[in-house]
């Protein structure tokens, strides 16, 4: 599959024989649950992009226990930030959730292509850049949100960055792994599932039915510290939307 098609904000601004190139410097792996990509403190010499399934990003503590840190989605990398940096080692651990095929590109290879490509640093730090400011809102809401809410914060967020109809889409990956990307047991996920269905919330499977935005956002966006500058909201209020909502 072409790099513009499996992450198009990151590669679209790269000529095609740019991606020629740089494709031909990645290796497929192919990885089962449990699997890591890599683990904190070994040599990051690769840069790693999802092309399918889920993989959890995570540190561990002197005494074990584990902290949740990100879940990546495919179309997203995996050791950009030991990229752009000289530290030389991975600074979290790379966990596969869901079996997972991922592009291997080898550092320095990659490093000389952002040389050479000056849109493909621009890219990549916007988007680290988005990443930074999603795990910050995901670190205010774990203080100040239910996890219901926090759980409808996110499928509202899903369904308007992939610009899904709300009133059914696919759950990019299984409820176990987003449990963990939310930092919730599985009890305490289903209970928030469950009072999500008093706002027109079902899960179905791998599908997702969201009947009652309005509920939504009086419920949840109220109640959240970033609501103000919440593009989601402002998504959800434009005019194509509300038709589409009403129809």
Known sequence: MPLAKIAPDLFADLSPEARVQLGASAQTRHLTKGDHLFRCGQV???VFLLVSGAVRLYRETPEG???GLHIVMPGQLLGETELLEDSGHYSTSAEIMESARALMFPRAVFRLAMSAHPAL???LL??????VQQMRRDREQLLTLKASQRLGCFLM???AERDYAPE????PYTKS??????GMEPETFSRALGQLKGMGVHLKGREVEMSDMEAMETRICQACSLSDNCAVRQYLREPEMAMRLVS
């Open 126 to 131: 916007q988007l680290s850049a988005r990443q």
């Open 121 to 123: 640093m621009l890219n």
């Open 168 to 171: 059914r889409f696919p759950l």
């Open 177 to 182: 792994v987003l449990a963990s990307g939310l």
């Open 65 to 67: 226990k584990v902290a």
């Open 157 to 159: 967020h899903l369904c």
């Open 44 to 46: 990051a010499g690769h």
